[in-house]
Nanobody
Framework: QLQASGGGLVQPGGSLTLSCAAS????????IAWFRQAPGKERQGILY????????CYADSVKGRFTISSDNAKNAVYLQMNSLKPEDTAVYYC???????????????????WGQGTQVTVSS
């Protein structure tokens, strides 16, 4: 089971950190991805990490602004979002798949386990 948290309302240019906690499995054995879905749009993969093999991937839309990291001791993955823009407004989801190398940006079909979403709204 995956649990995403940390969403909220933030002003343009601000920062926010999302968390994804796992129960029932060890993050280190899995690739963990973040997706987002804006109203009226398809779900978009934005980044993933396979920490055991040292692989990270970032979509162009978030490269340089978002950072994914993992804490194996806490079995958690974090999404640090900086320089947020109104177009980053979406419901954000974390997802897991067996550890390995996946398409960059990640595709929904490759990830088997999903948490509930957390809303991020970027607005003044």
């Amino acid at each position: 089971q995956l649990q995403a948290s940390g969403g909220g309302l933030v002003q343009p240019g601000g920062s926010l950190t999302l968390s994804c906690a796992a129960s029932g499995f060890t993050f280190d054995d899995f690739a963990i991805a973040w997706f987002r879905q804006a109203p009226g749009k398809e779900r978009q993969g934005i980044l993933y990490i396979s920490s055991k093999i040292g692989v990270t991937c970032y979509a162009d839309s978030v490269k340089g602004r978002f950072t994914i990291s993992s804490d194996n001791a806490k079995n958690a993955v974090y999404l640090q979002m900086n320089s947020l823009k109104p177009e980053d407004t979406a419901v954000y989801y974390c997802a897991a798949a067996q550890g390995g190398i996946y398409s960059c940006p990640p595709r929904s079909a490759d990830f088997d386990y999903w948490g509930q979403g957390t809303q991020v709204t970027v607005s003044s």
